[in-house]
């Protein structure tokens, strides 16, 4: 069964087998609107901070499971001071025997749109052998308040 830990990527002012998913999410503290289309950019980061090489960001979750609520085409999303948006990971952390080493990428670098500051986010990825994790489009968070 997968494993899900929620994380919230506030804005300022201005391990487990088989799969798993986590979620992301955009908190919009802005006075005025904001709005997001497409995919978080992604840079997976190591125990040491360092970008992490070799994995493929696929954009969707259905290449790596069913049922994680990462798949649709993106939308835009038009957030209003404090409503919030998510976007779900995806991966499996299978190993296979001289594939490669495991990868862990205990850090997420997320920006959510280009040009955006980034937040770091801890979602502990183990992606096993596999070097794909599955990134869905920006949803509104309708559970956030």
Do not use: C, F
């Not at 993106?74 to 209003?80: A, C, G, M, S, T």
């Not at 594939?99 to 850090?107: C, F, L, S």
């Not at 801890?122 to 509104?140: A, R």
């Amino acid at each position: 069964m997968p494993g899900v830990r929620r994380a919230r990527l506030r804005r300022p002012g201005r391990r487990r087998h088989g799969a798993a998913r986590r979620r992301t999410a955009s908190r919009q503290l802005r006075h005025r609107t904001y709005e997001l289309h497409g995919y978080p950019q992604l840079e997976l980061l190591d125990a040491d901070h360092d970008i992490v090489d070799g994995v493929r960001i696929l954009q969707g979750t259905d290449q790596i499971s069913t049922g994680t609520g990462g798949t649709g085409r993106p939308q835009p999303v038009v957030l209003r001071p404090g409503e919030a948006a998510r976007s779900t990971l995806a991966w499996r952390n299978t190993t296979e025997a001289g594939v490669g080493d495991p990868v862990n990428a205990p850090y997420v670098r997320v920006r959510a749109k280009q040009g955006a500051d980034p937040v770091t986010v801890m979602p502990e990825l183990d992606l096993g052998t596999t070097g794909k994790l599955g990134v869905g489009p920006w949803k509104k968070d309708e559970t956030y308040r």
